[in-house]
């Protein structure tokens, strides 16, 4: 799923917004919402699907869930397996928009 994207400017560097993305429902082991959609971005938000809080950091989401989530060059996700652990089990369903990087 995806919304209209908006732009802005984070200190020098121009960067549009991608709108909300939201890959997969959390199942089996993780809720994953890596996008590999060729975006260098300097800013990602992320919140629980159908919720408006907005989250910015990996421990804004932990302070706020109370999910451990990881943040990489594409995106973030929640594991629940392979050596990660969530304090009740599972992770939400999360959804994510980043700030894409624009050639000036």
């Excluded at 089996?28 to 992320?46: Q, S």
């Amino acid at each position: 799923t995806t919304t209209t994207a908006k732009t802005t400017t984070t200190g020098t560097s121009p960067c549009a917004w991608t709108g909300w993305l939201d890959r997969d429902d959390p199942s089996g082991t993780e809720d994953n919402e890596l996008h590999n959609i060729g975006c260098t971005f300097n800013k990602i938000e992320m919140r629980v699907v159908g919720k408006t809080d907005i989250y910015r950091t990996e421990a804004e989401v932990l302070g706020g869930t109370g999910d451990i989530i990881h943040i990489t060059e594409q995106g973030m996700y929640c594991k629940w397996r392979n050596g990660e652990t969530q304090p009740d089990g599972k992770c939400l369903d999360y959804e994510i928009q980043m700030c894409c990087y624009t050639k000036t």
